[in-house]
């Protein structure tokens, strides 16, 4: 059964920096692609970021592109997402999911269900 655990949120002042980390449990994550999504107070969910099971192809929506960095570690189980440069607009719950694992990655597309998240609050 898949299961990830979404850590590493936590309140950022505007153009600091944080790293959340989705870390799986009792499965091997080299072999799914993964993807971050967040939500925002009143807003629907939306994909912020994935990557292929390799790490060598990665996805990001306009917004975080240039700011966020998503990479793996598939020796600790863990996608992690570098967030440089957090502005207001980035904050909400993040959570990670495996998505479809699609030759060219052009989009993050969620395949399973979703963890507690981990909520993240830029702000001065």
């Known amino acids: 059964q898949l299961q990830l655990v979404e850590s590493g949120g936590g309140l950022v002042q505007p153009g600091g920096s944080l790293r959340l980390s989705c870390t799986a449990s009792?499965?091997?994550?080299?072999?799914?692609?993964i993807g971050w999504f967040r939500q925002a107070p009143g807003k629907e969910r939306e994909g912020v970021s994935c990557?292929?099971?390799?790490?060598?192809?990665?996805n990001y929506t306009d917004s975080v592109k240039g700011r966020f960095t998503i990479s793996r570690n598939n020796a600790k189980n863990t996608v992690y997402l570098q967030m440089n440069n957090p502005k207001p607009e980035d904050t909400g719950v993040y959570y990670c999911?495996?998505?479809?694992?699609?030759?060219?990655?052009?989009?993050?597309?969620?395949?399973?269900?979703w963890g507690q998240g981990t909520q993240v609050i830029v702000s001065s």
């Open positions: 999911s495996a998505v479809v694992p699609t030759a060219v990655l052009d989009k993050c597309v969620p395949t399973l269900g």
């Open positions: 009792k499965f091997t994550l080299e072999y799914y692609a």
């Open positions: 990557i292929n099971n390799s790490g060598r192809r990665t």
